[in-house]
């Protein structure tokens, strides 16, 4: 049984075209996150859900737009993809963002590549 | 903010031991985690500290001192499959935000 799950897994697309990834858990967690691992593999926030309502938004370009429709999803559009925007994107979830011992599990992540 | 450090590579030999440090800054801590993460694959957890010790679950252990801002992980009886990158996480503050070093990459050699 998959827990954390995001298509697609590979995505190649062209300089200015817009995306989206897609995420959902099916582990009844309450809070996602969004992810962004470059090619020095550094792991760093993007966007952070809980129960439909945004709790985490790092510097991120407004070119990014999350939407979760409800909280087992969490959905990440990207509009004018750049270069830069090439890394692949990981989807997180835990059971809430209250703090308290809260592992967070990974989905197998989408790896974008923009040319 | 947060500054977190990790070494970047080390090797070792297969049925050794191997510790592999962390050390952090932050203004508000509340827990460190430590994940694995094996080439193209997601990451996963193995560990949480939020107090000073050690815990300990199976080959793995880790050790947190908080006074020092240090975390190290132990790896024990290394196997092959114990290559991968390792990453140490610090959470900050009463939410779940977690900001990760930029990991350490493990090879571990007959």
């Known amino acids: 049984d998959t827990a954390v799950s995001q298509t697609p897994k590979y995505l190649v697309t062209q300089m200015g075209n817009d995306k989206s990834i897609k995420c959902e858990q099916n582990?009844?967690?309450?809070?996602m996150y969004w992810y962004k691992q470059d090619s020095k593999k550094f792991l760093k926030i993007m966007f952070s859900?809980?129960?439909?309502?945004?709790?985490i938004n790092e510097t991120v370009p407004n070119r990014f737009s999350p939407k979760s429709p409800d909280k087992a999803h969490l959905n990440l559009h990207i509009n004018s993809l750049e270069l830069g925007d090439s890394a692949v994107y990981f989807c997180?979830?835990?059971?809430?963002?209250?703090?308290?011992?809260?592992?967070?599990?990974f989905g197998p992540g989408t790896r974008l590549t923009v040319t | 903010g947060q500054n977190i450090d990790q070494p970047t590579e080390m090797t070792a030999t297969e049925g050794a031991i191997v510790q592999i440090n962390c050390t952090y800054q932050?203004?508000?801590?509340?827990?460190l985690f430590w994940y694995q993460q094996h080439a193209g694959e997601a990451p996963t957890f193995l560990s949480y500290?939020?107090?000073?010790g050690l815990e300990e679950k199976g080959r793995f252990s880790s050790f947190l001192s908080r006074s020092k801002g240090y975390s190290y992980l132990l790896l024990k009886e290394l196997q092959m499959k114990d290559s991968a990158s390792y990453l140490c996480?610090?959470?900050?503050?009463?939410?779940?935000?977690?900001?990760f070093g930029t990991g350490t990459q493990l090879k571990v050699e007959l």
């Open positions: 997180a979830s835990s059971q809430d963002s209250s703090g308290g011992w809260l592992e967070q599990y």
């Open positions: 582990l009844g967690h309450d809070t």
């Open positions: 859900y809980n129960n439909k309502e945004l709790i």
């Open positions: 932050t203004s508000g801590f509340n827990g």
């Open positions: 500290n939020v107090l000073d």
């Open positions: 996480a610090v959470r900050d503050g009463g939410g779940n935000k977690l900001t």
